[in-house]
């Protein structure tokens, strides 16, 4: 069984900034592209971003050059810093993982959400 625990949502005013952090544990054999996701009251999850393995990393438009994600691979840890908060970013925020159960499975698992709040 595989487990994604996020933790660092929170109220922060707009400008601000909040640091994400999801960390996978259980057993499997990699960890292949992760990425934070979130949901909004009445709309669709949608992609924030996300990191493949080797590092390389897809933004969405509307947090371009204010979110950076990044993985500590020796740590089973995705993260996302959220810079220049806007209140339309928030949402329920949501950490996803491909994960590499055995050398020909992989699968997709999601953590419980963290709620993230802009408002001042």
């Known amino acids: 069984q595989v487990q994604l625990v996020e933790s660092g949502g929170g109220l922060v005013q707009p400008g601000g900034s909040l640091r994400l952090s999801c960390a996978a544990s259980g057993r499997f054999f990699r960890l292949n592209a992760m990425g934070w996701y979130r949901q909004a009251p009445g709309n669709e999850r949608e992609l924030v971003a996300d990191i493949n393995g080797g590092g390389s990393a897809n933004y969405a438009d509307s947090v371009k050059g204010r979110f950076t994600i990044s993985r500590d691979n020796a740590k089973n840890t995705v993260y996302l810093q959220m810079n220049s908060l806007k209140p339309e970013d928030t949402a329920v925020y949501y950490c996803?993982?491909?994960?590499?159960?055995?050398?020909?499975?992989?699968?997709?698992?999601w953590g419980q959400g963290t709620q993230v709040t802009v408002s001042s």
């Open positions: 996803n993982a491909r994960v590499q159960l055995t050398f020909h499975y992989e699968y997709g698992y």
